[in-house]
């Protein structure tokens, strides 16, 4: 067990629909990471927030998007879903992130998400 | 923007030692490079990390030689546990916004 969770852990939906994927990291961490994962494809960065502000950004779609709060909790929002945002949807965290390149990431158990 | 290629596959016996090799052109000075282990259906999981030289843990030893420009992960006697997926990460920190490079992974077999 990592420490991060991810809810829900399986989602279906229908195309043009707009669901919530929510990440919770590691007590203490202040770094969270979404990353994409297609069947049997290695993992797309999506971006990164580090206390509540973004980092960095990867492949992210313009009907993605996603937000640290407060409590350090993050969501990515997709929108607009089509049958290629079917993946599995990993959140990771870290300590900083901010400026330390030794930095390790703490992978959460994922959300399946099935477009129909 | 550090780019990072790996095998696609590679297959394996038990006990026999494994060792994938990744390429980070354009790395940059403080950049570390991180491995990862990824099984099916979870999330990927720590294994090393390195900047220079080797650097050795209870799973596994990674080498980056001097010009930096790639990273061999090395697994010792491998057991049927070890098929997994292996990534490789290269992190540039900046103030403008930081840069993430996974490898495409490799697909490590390992046969009885």
């Known amino acids: 067990d990592s420490g991060v969770t991810q809810t829900p852990k399986h989602l279906i939906t229908a195309t043009g629909q707009r669901v919530t994927l929510r990440c919770s990291p590691r007590s203490g961490d202040l770094s969270v990471y979404w990353y994409q994962q297609s069947l049997d494809q290695g993992l797309q960065f999506l971006i990164q927030?580090?206390?509540?502000?973004?980092?960095a950004k990867g492949n992210i779609l313009e009907r993605f998007s996603a937000q640290q709060f407060p409590d350090l909790h993050s969501e990515l929002n997709l929108s607009s879903l089509e049958l290629g945002d079917s993946a599995l949807y990993f959140c990771?965290?870290?300590?900083?992130?901010?400026?330390?390149?030794?930095?390790?990431?703490?992978f959460g158990p994922g959300t399946r998400l099935t477009v129909l | 923007l550090a780019k990072t290629t790996q095998p696609i596959s590679m297959d394996s016996y038990e006990g026999q030692e494994v060792n994938i090799t990744c390429s980070h052109n354009n790395i940059a000075t403080n950049d570390y490079i991180t491995w990862y282990q990824q099984f099916p259906s979870q999330g990927p999981r720590f294994i090393i990390q390195?900047?220079?030289t080797k650097v050795t843990n209870e799973v596994a030893s990674l080498f980056i030689p001097a010009d930096r420009k790639s990273s061999t992960l090395s697994l010792p006697r491998v057991s049927l546990s070890d098929t997994a997926v292996y990534y490789c990460l290269a992190v540039t920190y900046k103030a403008a916004g930081n840069k993430l490079t996974f490898g495409g992974g490799t697909r490590v077999l390992v046969k009885p």
């Open positions: 990771a965290s870290s300590v900083g992130g901010s400026s330390t390149s030794t930095d390790t990431q703490y």
């Open positions: 927030y580090y206390n509540g502000e973004e980092r």
């Open positions: 390195g900047y220079k």
